[in-house]
C-alpha cells in the first residue's frame, strides 16, 4: 500500500503454521477459481473441494492447476474419505490422491461408523506420506459429545500424526462447536482450550458472527476453516480490525481519545450495519 495505518495486529505470512485460513470451494468454475485465486491467493491458505465435488468436476486437473500456479495447497473433503473408507476402498483413495498430486488428507469419522481406534491407525499409516487433517465433532446435530471426549479424541488425533484438527461446524456452522441455532458453544471451546494449544487447531467457522468471535477471543492469527471463496478478503479484514466488528479490538489509542473521535462507545458497535 502506499500508505500506512498504524497499530495494525501483526499477521503471520504464508506458508503459517497459525493464522490459516481454509476456504471451502464448493463448486467454483474455472475462471471463477482464477478470480478467486487472482483477488484472494495472498490471504488463502488452504482450499478444500468440499465433499465429493472433486469425483463430479469436469475439469480438476485444470482447476488444480489454477490453484497450483499461486501456490495454494488443495485438498479434497473428509465426506470423500469416509465414502472411499465405507465401501472399504481406502487403497483406492489413497491412489486417486497420487493421481492428482494431492498432499493433504482429511480423516475423519462424523458421518461413518468408523472407530476411534481405526481413525487413529489410518492417521498414523497416512502420515508419513501426507499432511494430515484429521476433524473431530459429529456431522449429526443431535450427536452431542461432552467436552472430556472431545479433549481426549483431539490429542489422540494429534499423538497419531495428524497436523491441525479440524474442530467440526459443517459448511452451515450448526453442528459440532456450533448449537442448532449457530450459536457458538463456548463453555466447550473454553474446555478444549484448557488442555489443547490453539495452535493444533482449526475452527469451522463459515458465518460472519462465527468468525467474529473466534478472532475476537483468540486474535488474529486463530487458524479459521470453511470461509467461503468471496469471504477470504472480508474475513481478513476482521483479522486486521478493518471492519466494525473488530475495529476497536485492534488499536492502542487510549477510551479517551476514542471518545474525541467519535461520540459513541465500543459495544455501540457490536454489530456491523449493513
Same mark, same amino acid.
Given at each position: 500500500m502506499s500508505y500506512q495505518l498504524n497499530h495494525l495486529p501483526e499477521r503471520t505470512k504464508k506458508p503459517r503454521n497459525n493464522g490459516i485460513t481454509?476456504?471451502?470451494?464448493?463448486?467454483?468454475?474455472?475462471?471463477q477459481t482464477e478470480d478467486f485465486c487472482e483477488v484472494a491467493s495472498d490471504f488463502t491458505d488452504i482450499v478444500k473441494l468440499g465433499?465429493?465435488?472433486s469425483m463430479v468436476y469436469k475439469n480438476l486437473n485444470e482447476k488444480l492447476d489454477?490453484?497450483?500456479?499461486?501456490?495454494?495447497?488443495?485438498?479434497?473433503?473428509?465426506t470423500l474419505f469416509e465414502a472411499f473408507v465405507l465401501r472399504n476402498q481406502l487403497d483406492d483413495y489413497v491412489a486417486h490422491l497420487h493421481d492428482f498430486k494431492i498432499q493433504i488428507i482429511e480423516v475423519s469419522n462424523g458421518t461413518i461408523r468408523l472407530s476411534d481406534q481405526r481413525?487413529?491407525?489410518?492417521?498414523?499409516?497416512?502420515?508419513?506420506?501426507?499432511?494430515?487433517?484429521?476433524?473431530v465433532g459429529s456431522?449429526?446435530?443431535?450427536?452431542?459429545?461432552?467436552?472430556?471426549?472431545?479433549?481426549?479424541?483431539?490429542?489422540?488425533?494429534l499423538e497419531s500424526g495428524a497436523w491441525k484438527?479440524?474442530?467440526?461446524?459443517?459448511?452451515?456452522?450448526?453442528?459440532?462447536?456450533?448449537? =442448532? &441455532?449457530? %450459536?457458538?458453544?463456548?463453555?466447550?471451546?473454553?474446555?478444549?482450550? @484448557?488442555?489443547?494449544s490453539i495452535d493444533h487447531l482449526l475452527f469451522e467457522a463459515p458465518k460472519k458472527e462465527q468468525q467474529v468471535w473466534f478472532i475476537k477471543k483468540f486474535g488474529s492469527n486463530v487458524n479459521l476453516g470453511n470461509i467461503l471463496p468471496?469471504?477470504?478478503?472480508?474475513?481478513e479484514t476482521l483479522r486486521?480490525?478493518?471492519?466494525?466488528?473488530?475495529?476497536?479490538?485492534?488499536?492502542?489509542? =487510549? &477510551?479517551? %481519545?476514542?471518545?474525541?473521535?467519535?461520540?459513541?462507545?465500543?459495544? @455501540?458497535?457490536s454489530q456491523e450495519t449493513p
Open positions: 481454509l476456504a471451502l470451494d464448493k463448486g467454483l468454475s474455472i475462471r465433499w465429493g465435488t489454477v490453484y497450483k500456479s499461486y501456490n495454494i495447497p488443495v485438498y479434497f473433503g473428509g481413525k487413529n491407525d489410518i492417521i498414523k499409516e497416512l502420515s508419513s506420506e501426507f499432511t494430515v487433517l484429521s476433524e456431522k449429526n446435530p443431535n450427536d452431542i459429545m461432552p467436552p472430556y471426549k472431545w479433549v481426549k479424541m483431539i490429542n489422540s488425533d484438527v479440524i474442530c467440526e461446524a459443517r459448511e452451515s456452522g450448526t453442528v459440532g462447536v456450533f448449537r =442448532s &441455532n449457530g %450459536e457458538i458453544r463456548s463453555g466447550l471451546i473454553d474446555e478444549i482450550i @484448557d488442555q489443547i468471496g469471504e477470504v478478503i472480508p474475513t486486521l480490525g478493518l471492519r466494525s466488528d473488530t475495529l476497536f479490538d485492534f488499536h492502542s489509542i =487510549s &477510551n479517551k %481519545e476514542v471518545s474525541d473521535l467519535y461520540p459513541y462507545t465500543k459495544s @455501540d458497535f
